[in-house]
């Protein structure tokens, strides 16, 4: 199996900004363009989970989207609703000595790109929004399961019949209810007849200026993986209006959305030598042999992936939740070699560095006149060198394994002391039904905004 992952973000040794990513899923058959913004908010993770699926999942067969999922990456990982205060209300007046400034005017500048069609910005809010009061999280004031529009209609302008495009897809997802009390209901929030809060929002911001735009909102009831659910299925209700063709990797229902969300987390690191899988990892990863220069280069599987230096090694972080700590030991790399030849369960085979390769029973590593094999937590003793000795799961400590169930493996590889690279094994069932080698084949994203620049985003305690 290939995985490819559409975000690169290099980051220095000292890294000290987070900044927002635009990913332009674009088909070359001429068509619309929705622009989906994610993340606005750090506390919604049912947007900015919807939102890197979109770019991790979804291919565009017509038309184009295009996908902000981390608007607000900083308070994303601080479980915030705004580090700097609330993002979505900065899009009427603002300071240039924000903090936020320049994430502001880069994000309108993308909203007023003149290819951008429909706006769709992804919340998740308090309760269910009602017409009538029902109970205290049934009423009026509530703002989960609705769509949203500032206003009926844009005059003159292609897709302005607002209320008509937020009644069908309400209709699209009331249709696939994972529930019956989830019901989507259309807000239309008059927002030009005096709504002064809404008139600070990114969605009027698009309206000013006759693009339209809809707030989609899941409830803060529903665990993460079933507001993502209701996302998607109202961004697909909006694609199918603009005529946009797609295809997705996993099934459209919330047991499919849940293992899409917690399985796609992965990274490389310095030149894809280094591939760790860490939906399961440890709190602490020991030892990783990082490049004495030049700082870490971090190549993250989806664009809710950060690494933060703390002074003490990098936090790896996944949308709202941390993930492991990584503590480095430096070396120089040696760059002379790409791949091994390893025999796995009797078949013989070339491996890259930094793949993660299937194992059902053992693995044996080919001797080389060049290369020291070093498997992390082999306890066989008398071994300097563990190049063509067949290697069991039972033959490595648990304790040193990249998962906390004890699957995952490091295989690492130096030329005299130089690290060359490293592959993981993984003895793990759903390993062995994937079919084959896991990589990390990347294509850069765009990356702007750059709210903090010149700050520390996260105090001297971490997150």
């Avoid at 908010?41 to 017509?62: C, H, M, R």
Wanted: aromatic share 10%; net charge negative.
């Amino acid at each position: 199996m290939v995985l490819l992952f559409v975000l690169m973000s290099t980051l220095p040794a000292h890294a000290s900004s987070l900044e927002f990513s635009v990913h332009k899923l674009e088909s070359g058959v001429p068509g619309h363009t929705i622009l989906i913004v994610g993340g606005i908010q750090g506390d919604e993770p049912g947007g900015f989970n919807a939102a890197s699926l979109i770019t991790t999942q979804y291919k565009i067969k017509s038309g184009n989207i295009w996908v902000v999922p981390n608007l607000n990456f900083l308070s994303i990982i601080k479980r915030s609703r705004g580090v700097y205060g609330d993002l979505n209300r900065k899009f009427d007046e603002l300071q240039a000595d924000d903090p936020e400034y320049k994430t502001i005017e880069k994000i309108k500048s993308l909203i007023l790109n003149d290819q951008v069609d429909l706006v769709l910005n992804l919340h998740d809010g308090s309760g269910f929004f009602r017409e009538t009061y029902m109970d205290k999280l049934r009423n009026p004031n509530r703002w989960g399961q609705c769509i949203i529009a500032d206003q009926e209609t844009i005059e003159d302008t292609p897709f302005g019949g607002l209320a008509d495009l937020a009644t069908q897809a309400v209709n699209s997802l009331n249709g696939a209810l994972l529930k019956p009390d989830h019901t989507y209901t259309f807000m239309n929030t008059r927002t030009r007849e005096g709504n002064v809060e809404m008139a600070k929002t990114l969605s009027y911001f698009a309206i000013r200026n006759r693009k339209p735009a809809f707030g989609i909102e899941a409830s803060k009831s529903l665990p993460t993986h079933e507001r993502a659910y209701y996302h998607l299925t109202a961004i697909e209700s909006f694609m199918k209006q603009l005529d946009i063709q797609f295809e997705r990797g996993f099934t459209l229902s919330a047991a499919g959305i849940k293992h899409a969300i917690n399985d796609n987390v992965k990274f490389a690191l310095n030149d894809s030598r280094i591939v760790l899988d860490v939906k399961d990892a440890r709190r602490n990863i020991r030892y990783i042999p990082m490049r004495k220069e030049g700082g870490l280069e971090f190549f993250p599987s989806n664009p809710l992936m950060a690494a933060i230096d703390t002074g003490e090694g990098y936090r790896i972080y996944y949308g709202n939740r941390r993930v492991t700590w990584l503590h480095p030991e430096y070396f120089d790399y040696d760059t002379s070699v790409d791949s091994v030849g390893i025999t796995v369960d009797g078949v013989s085979r070339q491996v890259q560095f930094g793949d993660i390769v299937p194992v059902k029973n053992s693995f044996n590593v080919h001797p080389t006149s060049k290369l020291r094999v070093n498997v992390i937590g082999f306890t066989k003793k008398g071994f300097q060198n563990e190049s063509g000795v067949p290697i069991t799961k039972n033959n490595i400590q648990k304790r040193f394994s990249v998962d906390k169930s004890g699957m995952l493996y490091r295989v690492e590889f130096y030329n005299e002391e130089k690290f060359s690279g490293m592959v993981l094994v993984n003895f793990s069932e759903d390993a062995l039904a994937s079919g084959g080698d896991v990589r990390l084949d990347g294509k850069e994203a765009e990356l702007v905004g750059g709210a903090n620049d010149g700050a520390d985003p996260l105090d001297a305690h971490g997150v």
